[in-house]
């Protein structure tokens, strides 16, 4: 999760949670608030505990 821990987070935050399994993107490609675009429509979450399950061990969760 390097991206994530990057990010301040208030209790005023909300975030929506994106969890993607290891090897599916090259984080060398993504900048902490760098705008991005998915092809397609993308499943997310507001429970970052879905995220985690989706992402697995070794996975990538984007803060949304």
């Known amino acids: ?7 301040a987070y208030t209790d005023n935050t909300r975030f929506i949670y994106r969890g993607l399994k290891k090897g599916c993107i090259n984080l060398q490609d993504y900048k902490v608030g760098e705008k991005l ?3 397609s429509f993308s499943s997310s979450s507001t429970d970052i505990i879905v995220a ?13």
Do not use: M, N, S, V
Not at 52 to 64: D, L, N, P
């Open 52 to 64: 985690q399950e989706f992402a697995g061990q070794g996975g990538t969760i984007f803060y949304i």
């Open 1 to 7: 999760l390097p991206l994530c821990q990057d990010l």
């Open 37 to 39: 675009y998915w092809t």
